[in-house]
């Protein structure tokens, strides 16, 4: 499937900052099952960008502005071609998951991470998740995506970076990074390595399986368990960066959507198994994978730091079209607010060094 997306922030300062640097990661990544056929990324004022590869793999776009400013335009443009995923996994036998060099290989997606530790009530959760399944890898995963929809429901604004898994399940709400943050610790603590996908997801709504039907919309028998049947009632993907504006029926090669997030286990003998635990089931081509990490923490669309003591606000958006919908976003103008979280200077370094926190979530 070709999809072209567009991607753009524009950071506001209250005052005018004198020094602002910027790590993005919205650029889809290219392996076997997409391709990227075209990327760029500019910004007004002029910078110079510097593009790196992080640790894991994931396209970073580093952007800094020196001299005074008081706003930031970012827009990043891709088209990418996408691949049908490929079959489930054969039947593995659990035993296999504590082989010593498997082990050895995906040890960090085995152990607790900043947004992703458990106790004894994820424990209990991820138990009774799979207390059906059979002596068999890949089922196990299974059932651990579809059990999260079932103990969280989808509400936008319900929670915030920085939630416990424990938090999420006692408030039994959540958003995409929630549902994936739950389904990677519910398989870690029984063995099963996991990591967090972040990404875009080419869907009206991203609570239901989308069976690639013509109208660009899930079908409505699709719905994930505990989800609610009206479409409505949900946003689309990764509600605490924007706020959706869902596209009408008779245009539905181009719509608006957010950033997602879902999941990949390791399955012995097989490599990455992708599920998307806020529909609790498949992932599709019409996902577009950005980059993988441990957790959130490892793959924020945008993280950054600003020398001033201005409050600071991000305005973004992101529209995703198939080719027969050009995509064209310049000179519109920007309809989503992102949150930003703003630390306040800190009083034993001087205004030059006073740097305040701005990271889109």
């Known amino acids: 499937m070709r999809l072209d997306i567009a991607y753009r922030l524009h950071f506001t300062y209250a005052e005018r900052v004198s ?9 889809p990544r290219d392996d076997l099952r997409q391709q990227v056929l075209s990327y760029r990324l500019t910004t007004t004022p002029a910078t110079r960008v510097l593009q790196t590869r992080d640790y894991f793999g994931t396209t970073v776009d580093h952007l800094g502005i020196r001299g005074p400013h008081d706003d930031l335009l970012v827009v990043a443009e891709a088209s990418v071609e996408t691949s049908p995923t490929e079959s489930a996994p054969a039947p593995v036998s659990c035993e296999r998951l504590g082989d010593q060099q498997f082990v050895n290989q995906h040890v960090e997606y085995l152990a607790p991470s900043q947004h992703v530790h458990w106790g004894e009530l994820v424990d209990e959760v991820a138990s009774w998740a799979v207390r059906g399944a059979a002596d068999d890898v890949s089922e196990r995963v299974l059932a651990v995506a579809q059990a ?5 429901t989808y509400e936008r604004g319900s929670t915030s970076i920085g939630v416990t898994l424990e938090e999420l399940i006692d408030g039994g709400r959540g958003v995409c990074q929630d549902f994936a943050h739950l389904a990677v610790g519910m398989l870690r603590c029984i063995g099963i390595p996991a990591r967090y996908v ?4 080419f869907a009206l709504d991203e609570t239901r399986l989308d069976d690639g039907a013509d109208n660009g919309g899930p079908a409505a028998d699709d719905v994930a368990p505990g989800a ?15 706020a959706p504006e869902r ?9 608006s959507v957010q950033t997602h997030a879902w999941i990949e286990a390791a399955v012995p003998g097989y490599g990455w198994h992708a599920l998307d635990p806020t529909n609790g089931g498949s992932v599709s081509e019409r996902h577009v994978v950005i980059g993988y990490g441990r957790d959130y923490n490892d793959v924020p669309p945008v993280r950054g730091v600003f020398d001033g003591t201005a409050d600071a606000k991000v305005d973004a958006e992101v529209i995703i079209a198939q080719p027969t919908a050009p995509v064209s976003m310049v000179t519109e103008p920007i309809r989503r607010q992102a949150r930003v979280a703003v630390s306040a ?3 034993d370094t001087s205004a030059q060094q006073q ?3 701005q990271q889109q979530q």
């Open 148 to 152: 999260v929809p079932t103990v969280l």
């Open 345 to 347: 200077p800190t009083t």
């Open 19 to 27: 020094e602002s640097q910027n790590e993005i990661r919205v650029r």
């Open 228 to 242: 609610d049947a009206d479409p409505s009632s949900h946003g689309l993907v990764g509600e605490d960066v924007f």
């Open 355 to 357: 740097a305040a926190q």
């Open 198 to 201: 972040s990404g875009y997801l």
């Open 247 to 255: 596209a009408p029926a008779a245009s539905p090669t181009a719509i």
